[in-house]
């Protein structure tokens, strides 16, 4: 099987590793890849939004499966100019096409889905610019912190919360008026503050059966103690002590059950991953949002505790098949721990030279994935804000944790800045 992989970051590199694996594959290539994706696979310069170069490259070079890891090209409709092109007959898609990723797209689309599926969610609001006065009226009726967040794709950083008013005011000039997040921000979903702890559910679905990968947690945070602005995730955990029986009942019967045949009511047609992004109040799930693909830096735990062959995985959910599929867990946790350029997410350098790279690993220990990184004359450079993902795998927290930071330590390049705390909480709880 010839297979094309959309994307350039941790999770394309997770994704690449593990499909390279199987005995499925022929050929891998990865558009546009990174310095890693590299070594397992043929690196396609590409534009991820240019859908009719990529539709060339899929006919030239006999490609049986597309798989697209991140958000843009799946709100942006790559799946429907695949889906409906007779050119492409028999080619497997992996992803929603464009009306299923506006669960991601479009955060008031996700938050009305919700509502019309009984779908436990906090309450909420939607402003524009030509209502930003009764925005700042809404603020009075809600009980602080307040969560502001811009509409569509804004690389995860898009959520702003804050217990002052005046801050929160601010921020709505910030997005409606000031264009902080371009077209994203056009419009805000407000929301009541959620007390509680977050976790990730990943579930691969073809509209009718499903699969539910292990949970894993996540820090957006760019500062230790959850302090500082929101990234595209500083480190993750997997799996995460706190999904007990009950709140796993709780999220397949309330949730995930409900959203799939919501989507199925709607007429929807869905094809690939949902990630569901949940707070656990007392001991009940709320939905936080949803994506219509795997999470990164989630993916760098979750796919090395997937025992069973992902391609296959893939190859059933393409042919109908997936409620045959038989996913393996493996019982260990894996813990990352992402190394970011300095001043991420804010302003960072790129070109900066990474050494340690070529340190030899113990693969059942410990993998080095690539997000921010790019090769040139023999030399792997920072490409990026996120650079590195460092995975350690292990019996427990603690075991899986100093495995990652060993490979921290092994790992420099230039204002190298990343967080000692990943997992610490978790660890806590398991005391």
């Not at 996700?110 to 610019?129: C, G, Q, V």
């Not at 503050?193 to 820090?219: C, N, Q």
């Not at 799939?260 to 690939?272: A, M, S, V």
């Not at 997000?371 to 427990?396: D, E, F, M, W």
């Amino acid at each position: 099987m010839n297979v094309l992989l959309i994307g350039s970051g941790g999770r394309e590199h997770a994704i690449a590793w593990k499909i390279s694996q199987s005995s499925l594959l022929s050929n891998l290539y990865v558009a546009p890849g990174n310095a890693g994706t590299e070594t397992l696979a043929t690196n396609v310069d590409l534009d991820q939004m240019d859908f009719a170069s990529i539709g060339r490259f899929v006919r030239k070079h006999n490609i049986n499966m597309l798989i697209v890891g991140p958000e843009a090209p799946l709100v942006g409709g790559i799946i429907d100019f695949f889906q409906d092109s007779e050119k492409f007959e028999g080619l497997i898609t992996i992803g929603p096409r464009k009306a299923g990723a506006m669960l991601e797209g479009s955060k008031d689309f996700a938050k009305e889905f919700m509502l019309r599926h009984n779908i436990p969610t906090a309450d909420y609001a939607t402003f524009t610019s030509d209502n930003i006065k009764k925005a700042k009226e809404f603020l009075l009726e809600l009980t602080p912190p307040y969560v502001i967040k811009a509409d569509g794709l804004a690389a995860g950083k898009g959520v702003i919360i804050t217990s002052d008013r005046a801050e929160a005011e601010a921020t709505l000039d910030d997005i409606l008026i000031g264009n902080q997040f371009g077209e994203a921000g056009s419009r805000v979903v407000i929301e009541q503050f959620m007390e509680g702890i977050e976790v990730s559910y990943f579930v691969i679905t073809d509209g009718d059966a499903y699969r539910i990968l292990p949970s894993a947690k996540d820090y957006k945070r760019v500062g230790e103690g959850d302090t500082g602005p929101n990234t595209g995730g500083m480190g993750a955990v997997s799996p995460v002590p706190f999904v007990d029986a009950e709140f796993h009942t709780k999220t397949v019967n309330q949730i995930i059950i409900p959203t799939i045949k919501g989507l199925k009511e709607d007429k929807i047609p869905y094809n690939g991953f949902i990630f569901i992004g949940l707070m656990k109040v007392g001991s009940d799930p709320y939905v936080v949002e949803f994506n219509t693909r795997l999470g990164d830096p989630e993916t760098e735990v979750v796919l090395p505790r997937i025992k069973s062959d992902l391609l296959h995985m893939f190859d059933s959910l393409g042919s109908g098949m997936l409620s045959e599929y038989d996913l393996q867990i493996d019982d260990r946790v894996a813990t990352t721990v992402i190394l970011t350029s300095g001043g991420y997410p804010e302003s960072y350098d790129k070109g900066l030279i990474i050494d340690g790279l070529n340190n030899k690993l113990n693969p059942k220990e410990g993998i080095i994935f690539h997000a921010g990184t790019k090769a040139s004359r023999g030399k792997v450079h920072t490409n990026g804000g996120r650079v590195i993902a460092c995975t350690g795998l292990g019996a427990n927290i603690d075991r899986a944790l100093e495995r990652s930071y060993k490979i921290v330590d092994s790992i420099n390049f230039e204002k190298k800045q990343y967080r000692k705390d990943i997992g610490e909480d978790l660890r806590k709880s398991e005391e």
